[in-house]
């Protein structure tokens, strides 16, 4: 390698100072060496006097990089004039690379590079030197600055932004398409010589791709590359520098490059004709065989749509497009009959679903194939001649009366026989049979309508020769309306009239209800029995609607002689034949205010109004009965001494009530009823241990009169065998609560040996001023 050396003269320049003033300011130049004046005043003589002064003169230092001789390499020399070449100056350089990359001898001011440099790394060392007089240690000259420059040599190959370089195109791109871009940068100086100018070629992946030698832009070089024939495509280019000439350093690098696809090609079926076949008795849906067009485009541009073109089995078979797989699902469309048709044949379609406009000229994007399906026969069931059956029939039909037929028949060639039956599940009551040979449906038990006015019953058909050939209908069998019921009243009616009512008054509105329903709609007619068809207390008068009114026929109603009427009614219908039935309609007599508002409709209520009750009346008269015969006793003592005495005796069933108003005393229904107690009957000679639990007691109009209680009490006393042997007093001692009185029984102290006190009685009032005398004064006979 050629050694290049480099030397630089330094002429330091100095000048001699013999003024005695200095100028404040002193000029420096890096031209030629030149002499500055400087004028002054002595101050002795006031002599001019002149100063000439030297400084260094520096040029830039070259060295080249990447030096590999044997010795370091000299860089140049540093010198002042000053320097007599006695040894008394030292010659110092600091700045970049000082002393480690640039060393000087402090001597001779030499200059050597002490290690090889790379201009990539850098380019441009700054250095400064100074000299110093080694004994007194001063600058000799004011340190100055140069520059170290390195000059480059092309030692740096292009070098690529990218190991690899992936990039796509269309297929079927034309000639010139730009593909990518690729880079390449040279570290050498681009502004010394062509070491960085680099230039582009392409190594491999020709006649398909070029390269720009200037931009290192990729581009298609053959027309209508196919995807389908080659989808891959490997480039290797290459930058080299030195303008591409010989010597130069290169770089190269990996572009892959696919062809993406574009819809260039149409489907087409592999073969014409298809067969397949379906049983008959495949049910609409049936998916029956698939068939696939291919298509080498890729995604969409692969997707077809399957369709029926034509063909005699385009109403009775569909086709469904797979879309996971891009195959045609041929179905059933409608139920298939071999009796009927045995072969259909149809023209199925496969057409892209993307189009590309840029490549219709390619052809139709389309492809048909035939398709054969041949039905097979199988044993089919029975098939009836209606999808269900509605019967009427009057519900007054007679037992074995023929209300329908059903008809069914084996749709094979063969037809089987065929025998009927009723699903029991779906007639529990067998109230419907059938022929097992024609399928007449008759009836086996009567039919009510109003009990049920429709039966859906199942009727089976099978074939004899198979009976695991069969098949069902329902029958919907409604019952028609006879008038075989009379109407009656919609509610049970009672009502009440006022005693001061008068003639020509409604008191209650009735309406009736028939079970029947017949076609024209309900129709009732209302009038009296004929024995009462002139009733001399109340009228009724038809509204024409299904309604009547019950009007009074006379002024004023009594009901102490009459407290309650029954007045029956008749209710005819308008249906054929007549039916008709009679209502009874009770109607009380009752009190009412002037507004005609009920007050009170019990018997006992005018009693009461004057004071007590009957029932209270007749057990304060039997009272006072008893308290006579007591009062005639010189000597009080015990009616009953022993349960053994066999004497006249009184018995007590010591049952008390409150008074004329408690409704809670004891139950007269009871008394009133002789079996009530027959399984527990006391003695009626001793005092009953326990005492009977009161009741509620039934409401006073229901109630009989009392005075027919007394009498059959009485008449049960005699006739009952168990009874004593001699004459005995019953007592019924009936009281209602809130009586002033309280009891008015004595019986009940039977040990007491002193007498009553009966001074009370004459607080009772003027209606008990009698027995107030009688027992509050002294004992008398």
């Given at each position: 390698?050629?050694?290049?050396?480099?030397?630089?003269?330094?002429?330091?320049?100095?000048?001699?100072l013999?003024?005695?003033?200095?100028?404040?300011?002193?000029?420096?130049?890096?031209?030629?060496?030149?002499?500055?004046?400087?004028?002054?005043?002595?101050?002795?003589?006031?002599?001019?006097?002149?100063?000439?002064?030297?400084?260094?003169?520096?040029?830039?230092?070259?060295?080249?990089e990447?030096?590999?001789?044997?010795?370091?390499?000299?860089?140049?020399?540093?010198?002042?004039?000053?320097?007599?070449?006695?040894?008394?100056?030292?010659?110092?350089?600091?700045?970049?690379?000082?002393?480690?990359?640039?060393?000087?001898?402090?001597?001779?001011?030499?200059?050597?590079?002490?290690?090889?440099?790379?201009?990539?790394?850098?380019?441009?060392?700054?250095?400064?030197?100074?000299?110093?007089?080694?004994?007194?240690?001063?600058?000799?000259?004011?340190?100055?600055?140069?520059?170290?420059k390195?000059?480059?040599?092309?030692?740096?190959?292009?070098?690529?932004?990218?190991?690899?370089?992936?990039?796509?195109?269309?297929?079927?791109?034309?000639?010139?398409?730009?593909?990518?871009?690729?880079?390449?940068?040279?570290?050498?100086?681009?502004?010394?010589?062509?070491?960085?100018?680099?230039?582009?070629?392409?190594?491999?992946?020709?006649?398909?791709?070029?390269?720009?030698?200037?931009?290192?832009?990729?581009?298609?070089?053959?027309?209508?590359?196919?995807?389908?024939?080659?989808e891959?495509?490997?480039?290797v280019?290459?930058?080299?520098?030195?303008?591409?000439?010989?010597?130069?350093?290169?770089?190269?690098?990996?572009?892959?490059i696919?062809?993406?696809?574009?819809?260039?090609?149409?489907?087409?079926?592999?073969?014409?004709?298809?067969q397949?076949?379906?049983?008959?008795?495949a049910?609409?849906g049936?998916?029956l065989?698939?068939?696939?067009?291919?298509?080498?485009?890729?995604?969409?541009?692969?997707?077809?749509?399957?369709?029926?073109?034509?063909?005699?089995?385009?109403?009775?078979?569909?086709i469904?497009?797979?879309?996971?797989?891009?195959?045609?699902?041929?179905?059933?469309?409608?139920?298939?009959?071999?009796?009927?048709?045995?072969?259909?044949?149809?023209?199925?379609?496969?057409?892209?679903?993307?189009?590309d406009?840029?490549?219709?000229?390619?052809?139709?994007?389309?492809?048909?194939?035939?398709?054969?399906?041949?039905?097979?026969d199988?044993?089919?069931?029975?098939?009836?001649?209606?999808?269900?059956?509605?019967?009427?029939?009057?519900?007054?039909?007679?037992?074995?009366?023929?209300?329908?037929?059903?008809?069914?028949?084996?749709?094979?060639?063969?037809?089987?026989?065929?025998?009927?039956?009723?699903?029991?599940?779906?007639?529990?009551?067998?109230?419907?049979?059938?022929?097992?040979?024609?399928?007449?449906?008759?009836?086996?038990?009567?039919?009510?309508?109003?009990?049920?006015?429709?039966?859906?019953?199942?009727?089976?058909?099978?074939?004899?020769?198979?009976?695991?050939?069969?098949?069902?209908?329902?029958?919907?069998?409604?019952?028609?309306?006879?008038?075989d019921?009379?109407?009656?009243?919609?509610?049970?009616?009672?009502?009440?009239?006022?005693?001061?009512?008068k003639?020509?008054q409604?008191?209650?509105?009735?309406?009736?209800?028939?079970?029947?329903?017949?076609?024209?709609?309900?129709?009732?007619?209302?009038?009296?029995?004929?024995?009462?068809?002139?009733?001399?207390?109340?009228?009724?008068?038809?509204?024409?609607?299904?309604?009547?009114?019950?009007?009074?026929?006379?002024?004023?109603?009594?009901?102490?002689?009459?407290?309650?009427?029954?007045?029956?009614?008749?209710?005819?219908?308008?249906?054929?034949?007549?039916?008709?039935?009679?209502?009874?309609?009770?109607?009380?007599?009752?009190?009412?205010?002037?507004?005609?508002?009920?007050?009170?409709?019990?018997?006992?209520?005018?009693?009461?109004?004057?004071?007590?009750?009957?029932?209270?009346?007749?057990?304060?008269?039997?009272?006072?009965?008893?308290?006579?015969?007591?009062?005639?006793?010189?000597?009080?003592?015990?009616?009953?001494?022993?349960?053994?005495?066999?004497?006249?005796?009184?018995?007590?069933?010591?049952?008390?009530?409150?008074?004329?108003?408690?409704?809670?005393?004891f139950?007269i229904?009871?008394?009133?009823?002789?079996?009530?107690?027959?399984?527990?009957?006391?003695?009626?000679?001793?005092?009953?241990?326990?005492?009977?639990?009161?009741?509620?007691?039934?409401?006073?109009?229901?109630?009989?009169?009392?005075?027919?209680?007394?009498h059959?009490?009485?008449?049960?006393?005699?006739?009952?065998?168990?009874?004593?042997?001699?004459?005995?007093?019953?007592?019924?001692?009936?009281?209602?609560?809130?009586?002033?009185?309280?009891?008015?029984s004595?019986?009940?102290?039977?040990?007491?040996?002193?007498?009553?006190?009966?001074?009370?009685?004459?607080?009772?009032?003027?209606?008990?001023?009698?027995?107030?005398?009688?027992?509050?004064?002294?004992?008398?006979?």
């Open positions: 390698m050629m050694r290049t050396y480099s030397f630089l003269t330094v002429l330091l320049w100095s000048c001699m013999h003024a005695v003033h200095m100028m404040p300011s002193q000029k420096r130049t890096n031209k030629h060496s030149q002499s500055e004046r400087i004028t002054g005043l002595s101050g002795n003589d006031g002599e001019t006097l002149h100063r000439t002064k030297r400084g260094w003169m520096w040029n830039q230092f070259f060295l080249l990447e030096y590999t001789g044997p010795d370091t390499q000299y860089v140049g020399k540093l010198h002042t004039d000053q320097d007599k070449g006695d040894g008394n100056l030292k010659y110092i350089l600091t700045g970049d690379g000082a002393g480690s990359l640039f060393i000087i001898d402090e001597n001779t001011g030499d200059i050597h590079a002490a290690k090889k440099l790379d201009r990539e790394e850098k380019s441009l060392y700054v250095l400064r030197a100074k000299a110093i007089d080694r004994k007194t240690g001063r600058q000799v000259e004011p340190e100055s600055e140069f520059i170290i390195i000059h480059d040599i092309n030692d740096n190959e292009p070098k690529f932004t990218k190991d690899m370089y992936t990039a796509s195109i269309p297929e079927m791109s034309g000639v010139g398409t730009s593909v990518i871009q690729v880079t390449a940068t040279d570290a050498d100086d681009a502004n010394y010589g062509n070491s960085a100018k680099v230039v582009y070629s392409i190594l491999q992946g020709q006649p398909y791709f070029s390269v720009d030698p200037e931009t290192g832009i990729i581009k298609t070089a053959l027309p209508d590359m196919s995807r389908e024939n080659r891959q495509y490997q480039v280019i290459q930058a080299k520098d030195m303008g591409g000439q010989m010597g130069g350093l290169s770089g190269t690098t990996t572009v892959n696919t062809l993406t696809d574009v819809n260039d090609n149409p489907p087409r079926f592999p073969q014409s004709t298809y397949f076949s379906s049983p008959e008795s049910p609409p049936t998916p065989g698939r068939i696939k067009a291919n298509d080498p485009d890729l995604g969409e541009n692969a997707e077809i749509e399957y369709s029926i073109s034509n063909g005699d089995g385009s109403d009775m078979f569909d469904i497009t797979d879309k996971d797989t891009q195959e045609g699902i041929i179905t059933v469309k409608k139920q298939l009959d071999f009796e009927n048709k045995m072969l259909y044949t149809l023209r199925v379609e496969a057409t892209n679903t993307h189009l406009p840029r490549f219709l000229q390619l052809g139709p994007f389309k492809d048909t194939a035939l398709v054969k399906i041949s039905v097979e199988i044993d089919e069931p029975p098939v009836f001649n209606r999808p269900s059956y509605l019967i009427e029939v009057d519900e007054d039909a007679k037992e074995g009366s023929i209300i329908g037929q059903v008809v069914a028949q084996d749709p094979d060639v063969t037809k089987n026989t065929i025998k009927y039956s009723v699903d029991r599940h779906t007639d529990l009551d067998r109230i419907f049979n059938i022929y097992s040979g024609n399928g007449s449906l008759f009836i086996s038990k009567p039919l009510d309508r109003e009990e049920t006015p429709w039966h859906n019953i199942t009727v089976i058909a099978t074939e004899i020769n198979n009976p695991k050939q069969s098949s069902q209908i329902p029958v919907f069998i409604r019952i028609l309306d006879i008038n019921h009379a109407p009656e009243f919609a509610k049970y009616y009672e009502t009440f009239v006022c005693e001061n009512a003639a020509g409604l008191i209650q509105t009735v309406s009736a209800v028939d079970k029947d329903e017949p076609p024209r709609g309900h129709k009732f007619f209302f009038e009296l029995v004929p024995e009462f068809a002139v009733h001399p207390n109340f009228s009724i008068v038809d509204n024409k609607d299904n309604t009547a009114g019950i009007m009074t026929r006379r002024n004023g109603y009594s009901r102490s002689k009459t407290s309650t009427y029954l007045l029956p009614v008749i209710i005819f219908d308008n249906d054929y034949p007549i039916q008709s039935s009679t209502g009874t309609l009770t109607i009380r007599v009752c009190a009412c205010d002037s507004r005609g508002n009920m007050q009170s409709c019990n018997a006992e209520a005018l009693l009461l109004s004057a004071g007590l009750s009957t029932g209270a009346l007749v057990a304060i008269f039997l009272c006072i009965i008893i308290l006579l015969a007591l009062k005639r006793q010189r000597k009080k003592e015990p009616l009953i001494i022993s349960k053994d005495d066999v004497r006249d005796n009184i018995v007590t069933y010591n049952d008390e009530g409150g008074g004329e108003e408690d409704t809670q005393a139950d229904g009871t008394l009133r009823n002789p079996e009530a107690r027959e399984e527990s009957k006391m003695r009626r000679d001793v005092i009953p241990e326990t005492i009977f639990q009161i009741r509620r007691t039934t409401p006073l109009w229901e109630n009989i009169d009392v005075q027919d209680f007394i059959r009490r009485l008449k049960e006393n005699d006739s009952d065998p168990a009874a004593p042997p001699y004459d005995s007093l019953a007592t019924y001692a009936y009281e209602g609560n809130d009586s002033i009185a309280n009891s008015l004595s019986l009940e102290s039977l040990t007491t040996d002193g007498n009553q006190d009966y001074d009370y009685l004459s607080d009772w009032g003027p209606r008990f001023k009698k027995l107030a005398d009688m027992y509050g004064g002294e004992d008398s006979d």
